[in-house]
T-cell receptor
Framework: NAGVMQNPRHLVRRRGQEARLRCSPM?????VYWYRQLPEEGLKFMVY????????ESGMPKERFSAEFPKEGPSILRIQQVVRGDSAAYFC????????????FGDGTRLSIL | AQSVAQPEDQVNVAEGNPLTVKCTYS??????LFWYVQYPNRGLQFLLK??????LVKGSYGFEAEFNKSQTSFHLKKPSALVSDSALYFC???????????FGKGTRLHILP
């Protein structure tokens, strides 16, 4: 029973490049959430998606960041023209449809910007 | 707006002693409350949740949490701590109407051998 799969686990980019982070939710889960975590800090909500829809993107920076969850395939968090401040761990979580279900997390993608 | 507070950045407990990690919350409706644990270089793992019913909730690895509506608290407890319990613990809340979970900033638990 595979859990939430994120890849790559580690991603190194130079300033100005693009970063693409992928997340495959648990089987049967239709809700996907992206979070960002800085060292020794909590999780900051970024975006909540269902298949082909962005439900809540209140935590997403207005520029350079975008997310999608297509009908087929993984959810993608895309960061264009990365800057040093984008360095962080990015976690994806998924859940079933009902709101009393816990979120299940992947092991994250650690993004380092040179 | 919903929020959750973990007032302690770090908690130190001797192995074998009881432990408590504190959490208070604020929501507009009925709260759904969760505890998660994070080990180094890993994602968060679900420990337990309170939705409705018994105020004392039992979860994984011998942990439990007590929902206290009047104090708006959901403290995590364990009767006898293990060194392997050392990790980062997150409390989270979702109000009954929303889909977004808000996480506390985390409490680092150190169990001393």
């Amino acid at each position: 029973n595979a859990g939430v799969m994120q890849n790559p686990r580690h991603l190194v980019r130079r300033r100005g490049q693009e970063a693409r982070l992928r997340c495959s939710p648990m089987k049967g889960h239709s809700h996907v959430y992206w979070y960002r975590q800085l060292p020794e800090e909590g999780l900051k909500f970024m975006v909540y998606l269902q298949k082909e829809n962005i439900i809540d993107e209140s935590g997403m920076p207005k520029e350079r960041f975008s997310a999608e969850f297509p009908k087929e395939g993984p959810s993608i968090l895309r960061i264009q023209q990365v800057v040093r401040g984008d360095s962080a761990a990015y976690f994806c979580a998924s859940s079933r449809e009902t709101s009393n279900q816990p979120q299940h997390f992947g092991d994250g993608t650690r993004l380092s910007i040179l | 707006a919903q929020s959750v507070a973990q007032p302690e950045d770090q908690v130190n407990v001797a192995e074998g002693n009881p432990l408590t990690v504190k959490c208070t919350y604020s929501v507009s409706g009925n709260p759904y409350l969760f505890w998660y644990v994070q080990y180094p270089n890993r994602g968060l793992q679900f420990l337990l949740k309170y939705i409705t019913g018994d105020n004392l909730v039992k979860g994984s690895y011998g942990f439990e949490a007590e929902f206290n509506k009047s104090q708006t608290s959901f403290h995590l407890k364990k009767p006898s701590a293990l060194v392997s319990d050392s990790a980062l613990y997150f409390c989270a809340v979702r109000d009954g109407k929303g889909d977004k979970i808000i996480f506390g900033k985390g409490t680092r638990l150190h169990i001393l051998p």
